[in-house]
């Protein structure tokens, strides 16, 4: 293995699966293919996009060749699923049959465990210390034994940074991070499978938070009471939070299962609509169209807008809805305005965005980067650097 795998403490198989295609296709083209077709199939648990965002698979890794009209190449992804989860997750890359208009080919090569050398490692040197043990040791054996399943049950927690606060063993790894307030979110986070946490430890804000949320991709994710409140104020004036997430009304982030934990994880707000009051509600935004205005809509004629962009406009506004549409204007693909930032950033062939939320400079820019012609919102946030290739508009703009 010539990956970087071995530096993520947690990946425990390395899958590889082999691709042919039918035609000529880069490399983000297969990507694109993998997250669209697998997108749903096995449910949110398992879903390939939810878990890269939680740090539980690594990043998809594609080597392709194009010869004579025809495509070949390896699919790699680090896994830190159980033996059981990495087999589906598997057997899911496996349904994928084109890439773009291209017929494709998708085979298992083999799943590697990247613990053996670890496991021989440690076979060789438990032999050698219970050779060296005097005999006295001996009856001790079974209260060591007892002490270390006690510790290894508790040793995913790693002290971090110079305030040695409490952390999962990703937080290095991980390019997103969870920001909890205490030990027991650290450990309830952990148990359920999410390993880039760390713990602020009380509502002074220390230096270590500062530094990393500045490296990171940072989520804030507080209790659902004053005390959270507290520390997401103290937050929000120190340090760089891209995202905040909270524990339902009363609740605290420490006695949440699994999938609660997902659920506020996905329903978390970005931190500029945060900012400028965006009130989310705590439950799945679902798309629901306004009556049918009796009076005629106004247009702006100066906005120059096509006419599904502005019916979309219409129809999405006070629904927390946005919608993508291609080049042709016909409706890709739609999604809570919480997600769209990230979503944004893996889907291509975008022309133009309208959503019921609030333009920032990072979704101006991320649009931009995706040759996105309009970006339509419902207000205008402060951008302070303005993207000369895209129309930046309001509701406002072209429904009055």
């Known amino acids: 293995m010539n990956e970087n795998f071995e530096s993520y403490s947690t990946t425990k198989y390395v899958v590889r699966a082999k691709i042919e295609v039918d035609g000529v296709v880069e490399k983000s083209d297969v990507v694109g293919a993998i997250f669209g077709q697998t997108e749903g199939l096995l449910g949110e648990e398992l879903d390939i996009r939810e878990l890269q965002k939680t740090g539980r698979i690594g990043r998809i890794q594609v080597s392709i060749d194009s010869k004579g009209g025809k495509s070949t190449g390896i699919i790699t992804i680090p896994s ?43 076979i060789n040197r438990a032999t050698h210390i219970l050779r060296a043990w005097e005999d006295d040791v001996i009856p001790e054996s079974q209260r060591i034994s007892e002490e270390v399943i006690k510790a290894a049950r508790i040793g995913v927690i790693i002290k971090y940074g110079k305030d040695q606060l409490p952390a999962g063993p990703e937080i290095n790894e991980s390019e997103t991070i969870i920001v909890v307030e205490g030990r027991a979110d650290v450990l309830n986070l952990l148990k359920h499978g999410f390993r880039n946490v760390i713990a602020v430890e009380g509502t002074s804000i220390p230096e270590t938070i500062v530094n990393i949320s500045r490296k990171k991709t940072a989520i804030a994710f507080v209790d659902g009471d004053r005390g959270g409140e507290i520390v997401l104020k103290e937050l929000l004036q120190l340090t760089e939070i891209d995202y905040v997430a ?8 420490e006695e949440l299962s699994r999938k609660e934990i997902i659920k506020e994880l996905r329903n978390k707000i970005p931190i500029e609509q945060y900012l400028e009051g965006y009130e989310k509600p705590r439950m799945e935004v679902k798309s629901v169209k306004r009556p049918t205005k009796v009076a005629p809509k106004k247009k702006k004629k100066s906005a120059q807008v096509p006419e599904p962009l502005i019916d979309s406009a219409e129809n999405i506004s006070e629904t927390s809805e946005a919608v993508l549409f291609n080049e042709e204007l ?55 650097k303005k ?12 429904l009055t």
């Not at 993207?387 to 072209?398: M, N, V």
Request: aromatic content about 2%; glycine content about 4%.
């Open 80 to 122: 830190s699923l159980d033996k059981i989860e990495t087999a589906i997750l598997t057997a899911a890359l496996e349904t994928v049959d084109r890439v773009g208009p291209c017929l494709a080919r998708v085979s298992m090569a083999k799943i590697e465990d990247v613990r053996d050398e670890k496991r021989k490692s440690i």
């Open 246 to 253: 909270r524990a339902p009304p009363n609740r605290e982030v």
């Open 330 to 384: 016909n409706s890709i693909d739609s999604m809570p305005v919480s997600e769209l930032t990230n979503k944004l950033q893996s889907i291509d062939g975008v022309h133009a965005i309208v959503f019921d939320g609030v333009i920032t400079q990072r979704l101006s820019d991320i649009a931009s980067e995706k040759n996105v012609k309009y970006l339509i919102g419902a207000r205008l946030g402060k951008i302070t």
């Open 387 to 398: 993207p000369l290739d895209i129309e930046l508009l309001t509701f406002q703009d072209i």
